[in-house]
């Protein structure tokens, strides 16, 4: 008995389908959602946002928002949200680099400059976790899902 999922951001709808099962970064720690999940309303945290149909897993970049399980539906609202087949791993690394070597450098500015700069740096770092996912996934090394293996790659 599946659960629907949608996954939304301000720009559009990124994903609608029937899915066996939701892993989500909320702010209080990952979040595993079944069918028949209570109602509950979570915020998200910048994470990996996992959803698995069958064998079949799909991987999400999210940049917060909030969550709302009712009625076997998941609705996530996403500040940003990328599918791991959209992440352009090489751009991510760019990003990366250039916000470390800001912050090797000394930060120009302020404290709030400082925390842009240091989101700036965990949102590359995301994607490229994320991206790389669907690299291992298409050289034919699919992983099987255990939960223990996502807190490896932390």
Do not use: W
Request: charged share 25%.
């Amino acid at each position: 008995m599946p659960i629907r999922c949608e996954i939304i951001t301000q720009e559009r709808l990124l994903f609608d389908e029937q899915v066996d099962l939701v892993i989500a970064p909320a702010s209080a720690g990952e979040m595993t959602i079944l069918p028949q999940h209570a109602p509950v309303v979570a915020q998200l945290d910048f994470g990996e946002l996992v959803v698995r149909t069958g064998d079949t897993e799909e991987y999400f970049a999210i940049g917060g928002g909030v969550l709302q399980v009712a009625n076997d539906h998941i609705l996530v609202l996403a500040d940003s949200a990328e599918q791991a087949d959209e992440i352009d791993i090489s751009r991510a690394e760019e990003a990366r680099q250039r916000a470390q070597q800001i912050m090797e450098e000394g930060v120009p500015g302020d404290a709030a400059d400082y925390a842009a700069l240091q989101a700036s740096l965990k949102r590359a770092n995301l994607l490229m976790k994320v991206g790389r996912r669907r690299q291992r996934t298409q050289t034919g090394a699919m992983r099987t899902a255990q939960f223990s293996d996502r807190s490896e790659d932390e």
